[in-house]
């Protein structure tokens, strides 16, 4: 039985990190082609003609022309809990963490509540296009269960992690030390490498970790170097003031997690927007990820990222792009990019389109370590890629009258679409979206 499946469309994939917005040999384009997918992976793609002569007799179609083909979209920082306190209103970060999030999260110790959400998390997920998330739990382990358990049903690749966090919280959302040793372990034990998922070390941040509880982090990060790291890092003056008098004997914010062994090339830090030269450098020397969060920035008034900066230093970060809902406001990749082209506008940057998709796509595997995997189609890599429509709205129908380049049409979609605009998403070659259920 032949179950391979020819996929035809407009094809676009980017091949390394763009130097310019006219850099067109930074990515792979061809305006009839087509993907061939077997048993959840690409096994080929090129030009619609050369793979469609190579494919075996009987071998299935599926035509998408005239919409644009590209990988699903990677968010790497969000947080799954906080699906019902979007958009509530706060002066900042801290403001908002102890008026709605807290109290939300309570609510995930009921497996029941877990559940429901987690399933309306991954249909919004899919909904706009994003294929790999790397997301907070809860301190419960209930969530992660629920979170990854989703996930396995789907044939996603998501990372996550039950949030580590005995301190300054509430009744109900506080571990200890020991637990979030022992259920962090747990989660591993039961879901790391189960299907596609990854189990993710996660201290919510320093604030709400004592150092004995970093000192579990800490060992947790020894007995499994290849896991990831997640926490938050520098997005606030105020949380920067507070954090650094809970560890005075640090030399700033940056030196806390250093001094716990949590820098390193798999450890993802949130927001990172008031690094000092002396952080910096250490972020760099360790090849750890600045991860970038502009609608939730604006949202809760914490600065602006000084994008550029960091990439003009002699010793360049690595950046990578997210959401951050629910202190960000969408879901949707498209807006997180919108919003992070006008603040480097307010910065007196440029952000240009090719960047954004590449950011994106190959850009946030990269910064995961999964390139291998996932952001690309090149054949060998697993088949997560999505189908976009620029004309999905009558405002983009009628702009796309006179666009002519494939930057032209990224722009429109980067700065005008929603998840209208995301015909399908494919997982593991499955499609996905249309299955579910209207939003």
Not at 34 to 63: F, H, M, Q, S, W
Not at 119 to 148: I, M, P, Q, W
């Amino acid at each position: 039985m032949n179950d391979r499946t020819i996929i035809r469309g407009r094809l676009l994939s980017f091949l390394r990190k763009p130097e310019s917005a006219s850099d067109e040999g930074c990515y792979r384009y061809e305006n009839d082609g087509a993907l061939v997918i077997e048993n959840g992976r690409i096994v080929a793609c090129g030009a619609y003609a050369a793979v469609r002569d190579k494919a075996p007799e009987g071998t299935r179609e599926i035509d998408h022309r005239p919409h644009l083909l590209m990988p699903g979209f990677i968010d790497t920082h969000l947080h799954f809990p906080q699906m019902q306190v979007i958009g509530s209103y706060a002066g900042g970060l801290l403001e908002w963490l102890n008026t709605y999030t807290f109290p939300e999260e309570r609510r995930f110790a009921d497996a029941a509540h877990a559940g429901r959400i987690a399933t309306e998390f991954f249909d919004e997920l899919l909904r706009n296009g994003t294929t790999t998330a790397v997301a907070y739990c809860t301190v419960h382990k209930t969530s992660a269960d629920a979170y990854f358990a989703e996930s396995l049903k789907r044939g996603m690749l998501m990372l996550g992690g039950k949030v580590m966090m005995d301190r300054n919280a509430p009744e109900g959302l506080l571990d200890t030390p020991e637990q979030a040793y022992e259920e962090t372990k747990a989660v591993i034990a039961g879901w790391h490498g189960r299907g596609r998922n990854h189990v993710v070390i996660t201290p919510r941040f320093a604030i709400t970790s004592t150092p004995e509880q970093m000192e579990a982090a800490r060992t947790l990060a020894g007995e499994f170097p290849d896991l990831h790291i997640q926490t938050h890092l520098s997005e606030n003056h105020d949380e920067i003031r507070y954090t650094c008098e809970l560890f005075p004997e640090a030399k700033d914010y940056t030196d806390i997690y250093a001094r716990y062994g949590l820098l390193g090339p798999k450890s993802l830090f949130g927001h990172a927007i008031h690094l000092s030269e002396r952080e910096a450098d250490a972020m760099s020397e360790t090849r750890s990820v600045a991860v970038h969060c502009p609608t939730s920035n604006l949202f809760l008034g914490s600065g602006l990222f000084p994008w550029r900066t960091y990439e003009r230093r002699g010793k360049p970060l690595r950046i990578a792009v997210a959401t951050d809902v629910g202190g960000g406001t969408s879901y949707s990749m498209f807006a997180t990019m919108a919003e992070a082209y006008k603040i480097q506008q307010l910065l007196g940057e440029r952000l240009n389109p090719l960047e954004s998709f590449y950011h994106m796509t190959l850009g946030n595997a990269e910064a995961l370590s999964l390139s291998d995997r996932i952001g690309t189609l090149e054949p060998g890599t697993d088949a997560d890629f999505i189908v976009l429509d620029a004309a999905a709205t009558p405002v983009m129908k009628l702009r796309m009258e006179t666009v002519s380049t494939v930057t032209e049409e990224l722009f429109l979609l980067q700065t005008l679409g929603d998840d209208r605009s995301v015909v399908e998403a494919y997982v593991a070659g499955r499609p996905m979206k249309q299955s579910l259920s209207p939003a």
